[in-house]
């Protein structure tokens, strides 16, 4: 292929899986034979395009790979673009890129996707290389040519995609469809698609207006390259992009008042798991609590190592101006983002088996699939966060934090746990409150991200926006729980203590400032800061509503370390230090807010949902037995009768056939016996006729007796014959009642102990009542 093709392919857009195909088949056969396959140019491309630092270190995309299972070494790397990353010196990346870009339980889904971040030295120094991968399977006899590798039903790969940035949003969709194209080739062999999905990737990234901060100049220093926007813009498209992938909404959906408490889980540094199934939702989840934190998705560069710092190459210095209008000046004064991930900590949204060596790390935020870094005791998290059941399952011991200045004022003998440090406070509960019922009103679950009412009230970029102001109204009281420490040592006794409530600060008479010994006013890093007008007590409440524990527990952690020196000691005098919701909070509203939040966290529907089953098929059973039972007596009733109808009818016809047999017979008698014709033949008619009425009505009167007697016989029986039927019906019943009894029993059981785990009922003992035994069930 030549230098105009090539060109030619990396302008080309991504078309639709059908379309590629067509497109490779019709330029395969109309090549003349002379000329080599297009798997063959893709090689010759692989093979002169390499990866070096000179020629590629501004490049977004790294490369492109395609990660196979197989069943006698595993997953391995099976081919890539440029061919460079094969080469031993890349050794870093082929050892760690195959376990992550086909994650444990992937062959469960048909398609699923991983992100994931690598640390290699060999292709990006001191920074991050960000993979996506989407992984699929197709049964081995669709393929239309088989390699020798391919000895079972089905083959799993991978095609995977690194970068320099996790723009994941972008080639999410674009990964999926070619994938999806690759696989319906039928011959996995043929790698032409994705050489040209390489070059249209970095077109379109570098259409957009996306570029490396630190290879560009603007973290690093250096000039940006030409024709580059400027770094405003290049920062808002960058921000725009990264937060595309996010799903805020479902998030706080999901998980109510604990998203609060997951942002300051993670504003503490502490060792975070999320585990649940799939991957994808894994990450997706992650990403989202990372992107709470401001700018902090945008500075992910030393995230993938705890031997990664961005601080040791770059000098943080505090912002000498401020434009309160700017939205980014703002930010950058208030000292953001946190360098929450560097030197001691990592990110890494999916963590194979291989990496647990990781997890020694004092501070780190992953995701897994896997049961064994649940049941591992060596390397055990603060928190795991279940993705199923939306809970946060906290150690049992919690080990103080590492300390980086040194004890924390106030600090008491008992160390609190940390379920204490992160719980939420009454304003904490009346701002989440509010962020939840705006989203539960407008959320779709066809569409998360999107709320039903079309406004910007409740949109991601609305919830963005309320964490932001909340970090930073945090960091800002930070600051002034410092100052008091200075300035008035009991006033931030009194914050960090429980119940107490401080006396009225000392002030000067003759200027009014407050000063820490009733003097003038003090000094601050070279600021002039005049305190009067500070209420005490309304400071109190100011510290109290973002948690003392927390605030205590956040001074000790390295992140606040590098941020409270690069940031200025009045940072409380431009940012509201007060909570959003400071003074809103009454504590009748508190407590509805607790039992709220309460009564969804026991999460009621699914504790009961087998019990609800139970009862319902019970009920189901002994419904179809009572109109088993109703339709037995309804066709023995109907055979009695019948029955009583037929010997009605013959004993009916047996009489009439009896009285003219008899009559018969004395007629024939009669001429023998006559001796006169006249009178004797009359008077002996005349006795026969009496006779023969005498015998008809003794033969109705022993008729009528019998028949007495053989209908109470044949009603007994019948009723013994329905008993003996029904008896398996009634024995059923019972056992099924019986059952259903047990079942709603057990629930009930089981309902009491998880009420009485949370703490939501006392174990009062009851007074032992004498059993009565219970009589057997009737047969």
């Known amino acids: 292929m030549d230098e105009a093709a090539a060109t030619s392919s990396s302008s080309s857009s991504i078309a639709a899986p059908a379309e590629v195909i067509a497109a490779t088949e019709a330029t395969s056969s109309s090549s003349p034979p002379s000329q080599p396959a297009p798997s063959t140019s893709a090689s010759a491309i692989a093979s002169t395009y390499t990866l070096s630092p000179s020629s590629s270190s501004s490049s977004l995309i790294l490369g492109v790979a395609v990660v196979d299972f197989n069943h006698l070494q595993g997953p391995i790397v099976e081919w890539a673009y440029p061919s460079s990353l094969l ?119 570098r259409a957009a207006g996306l570029r490396d901060p630190i290879t560009a100049g603007e973290e690093g220093g250096g000039e940006p390259e030409e024709g580059a926007p400027t770094p405003a813009v290049a920062e808002d498209l960058r921000e725009g992009v990264m937060y595309m992938g996010t799903s805020l909404r479902e998030l706080v959906f999901k998980f109510r008042f604990k998203t609060l408490m997951l942002v300051k889980l993670l504003l503490l540094q502490k060792r975070i798991m999320f585990f649940g199934y799939p991957v994808e939702r894994l990450c997706v989840y992650e990403y989202t609590l990372v992107s709470l934190i401001p700018g902090l998705l945008l500075s992910l560069s030393d995230c993938s190592s705890p031997s990664l710092d961005y601080t040791a190459n770059h000098k943080l210095s505090v912002a000498e101006d401020v434009k309160t209008s700017d939205r980014r000046s703002l930010l950058r004064f208030c000292g953001c983002p946190l360098r929450l991930f560097g030197e001691g900590a990592f990110f890494q949204p999916y963590l194979p088996l291989q990496q647990i060596d990781l997890l020694k790390a004092p501070s780190w935020l992953v995701g897994t699939t896997n049961l064994i870094f649940r049941q591992q005791k060596e390397y055990k998290p603060d928190v795991v966060v279940d993705l199923e059941h939306c809970t946060l399952d906290f150690a049992a011991t919690h080990q103080p934090p590492e300390s980086v200045q040194g004890t924390a004022p106030h600090a008491t003998n008992a160390e609190p746990s940390l379920a204490q440090i992160v719980s939420l406070t009454p304003a904490d509960r009346k701002w989440m409150d509010e962020l939840v019922s705006v989203v539960t009103e407008s959320y779709n679950p066809e569409d998360p991200a999107r709320p039903t009412t079309m406004r910007f009230e409740g949109s991601e970029d609305w919830l963005r926006a309320k964490f932001e102001s909340y970090v930073c109204a945090m960091l800002s009281c930070t600051k002034y729980s410092d100052f008091l420490d200075k300035s008035d040592p009991a006033a931030a006794a009194a914050a960090f203590t429980p119940g107490s409530h401080p006396a009225a600060p000392h002030a000067s008479s003759s200027s009014g400032t407050l000063t820490p010994n009733g003097g003038s ?98 009920g189901r059973g002994l419904f179809s037995m009572a109109e088993r039972f109703g339709n037995e007596m309804a066709k023995r009733r109907r055979e009695w009768v019948e029955h009583q109808q037929q010997q009605h009818a013959q004993q009916a016809a047996a009489g009439a056939a009896g009285a003219d047999n008899e009559g018969r017979a004395s007629s024939e008698q009669a001429p023998s016996s006559a001796t006169s014709p006249g009178g004797a033949v009359t008077a002996l008619d005349d006795i026969t006729d009496h006779r023969r009425r005498q015998g008809l009505a003794q033969s109705n009167a022993n008729g009528t007796s019998s028949s007495t007697v053989v209908e109470g016989a044949g009603a007994g029986e019948r009723l013994e014959a329905a008993r003996q039927t029904l008896a398996p019906h009634a024995a059923a019943a019972q056992q099924a009642a019986m059952a259903a009894g047990t079942e709603v029993r057990a629930a009930l059981g089981r309902f009491g102990s998880y009420l009485g785990s949370r703490g939501w009922g006392a174990s009062t003992p009851t007074p032992s009542t004498p059993s009565t035994p219970r009589p057997p069930p009737p047969t």
Not at 527 to 548: C, H, L, M, Q, Y
Not at 605 to 614: C, L, P
């Open 87 to 205: 080469s031993p010196d890349h050794a870093d990346l082929t050892s760690s890129l195959p376990f992550c870009a086909l994650p444990d339980g992937s062959h469960l889904s048909d398609e699923d996707f991983a992100h994931f971040h690598l640390l290699c030295p060999s292709i990006s120094e001191q920074s991050t290389v960000f993979g996506i991968s989407c992984n699929r399977q197709i049964a081995s006899d669709k393929l239309l040519k088989k390699g020798k590798d391919v000895t079972r039903s089905t083959v799993q790969k991978a095609v995977v995609v690194l970068a320099r940035q996790p723009v994941f949003a972008p080639l999410r969709d674009k990964l999926g469809i070619v994938t999806r194209a690759y696989f319906a080739q039928g011959d996995l062999a043929e790698t032409g698609i994705l050489v040209d999905f390489h070059d249209t990737l970095e077109a379109g990234l």
């Open 521 to 618: 006013a003090t000094t601050l890093a070279g600021t002039n800061t005049k305190t009067a007008g500070i209420d005490a007590p309304d400071s109190v409440e100011a510290i109290r509503d973002f948690n003392p524990l927390f605030l205590s527990a956040f001074k000790r952690t390295k992140a606040h370390a590098v941020w409270s020196a690069s940031t200025s000691p009045v940072l409380f005098d431009l940012v509201p230090y007060r909570h959003p919701c400071a003074g809103r909070v009454s504590a009748l509203e508190d407590v509805g807010l607790r039992l709220s939040a309460g009564l969804h966290d026991l999460r009621l529907e699914e504790q009961v949902r087998d019990t609800r089953e139970y009862v319902e098929k019970a």
